[in-house]
């Protein structure tokens, strides 16, 4: 058995039949006793120039270890299938298990994208948690202050108000004692 690196471009049309394909693919290594050491679904990605008028086309990646006669129904399988756009099968001496560098590239864009949506997250969260907390205090903090002045004025109000009344006779004197009847 022979180890193949496998490419293959599918029209964006028809990329939802991918997994259907991969499958198909698979079983065909599979039944004639063939291994599928590495398999990715890179997606939907920008040609570097047009085929067919197409400007995007599904990559998919494929190493396997396989006879020449199922690396030739593969083949054949991609000439005879509107599907597929172009392919590209190299002959590798030894399996290649490792992810490839475009693979390790998506990871760490996803973990990169995931990484800021957790940072843009917690800070959004801190900042309702600030609102949520700071609110109350301002307010109970004005509330305080705004009865503080009110208290402030009446004492002052009060205090104005006692100077300004001047005892009388009648509150200096005592009151006079009814006789008992």
Same mark, same amino acid.
């Given at each position: ?126 900042? %309702? ?6 609110? $109350? @205090? #301002?307010?109970?903090? /004005? &509330?305080?202050? !705004? ?11 009060? %205090? ?6 001047? $005892? @009388? #006779?009648?509150?200096? /004197? &005592?009151?006079? !004692?009814?006789?008992?009847?």
């Amino acid at each position: 058995m022979q180890h193949y690196e496998i490419v293959f471009l599918v029209h964006p049309d028809q990329s939802p039949k991918v997994p259907k394909m991969i499958q198909q693919y698979k079983s065909t290594i599979k039944s004639s006793n063939g291994k599928v050491h590495r398999l990715e679904n890179w997606g939907l990605r920008q040609l570097a120039y047009p085929i067919d008028k197409v400007s995007k086309a599904h990559y998919v990646l494929m190493n396997i270890e396989c006879t020449s006669e199922v690396r030739k129904e593969i083949t054949d399988s991609f000439q005879f299938s509107n599907e597929v756009l172009r392919n590209l099968i190299l002959r590798r001496e030894q399996p290649i298990l490792d992810p490839s560098p475009v693979q390790q590239a998506m990871e760490e864009a996803e973990a990169h994208k995931k990484a800021t949506e957790l940072k843009q997250s917690k800070e959004q969260d801190l900042a %309702a948690d600030d609102q949520s907390t700071a609110t $109350p @205090t #301002a307010k109970s903090e /004005q &509330k305080t202050t !705004e009865q503080e002045n009110v208290k402030d004025n009446v004492d002052t109000e009060v %205090a104005t108000a006692t100077e300004n009344i001047k $005892p @009388t #006779a009648s509150d200096t /004197q &005592k009151p006079k !004692e009814t006789p008992p009847t």
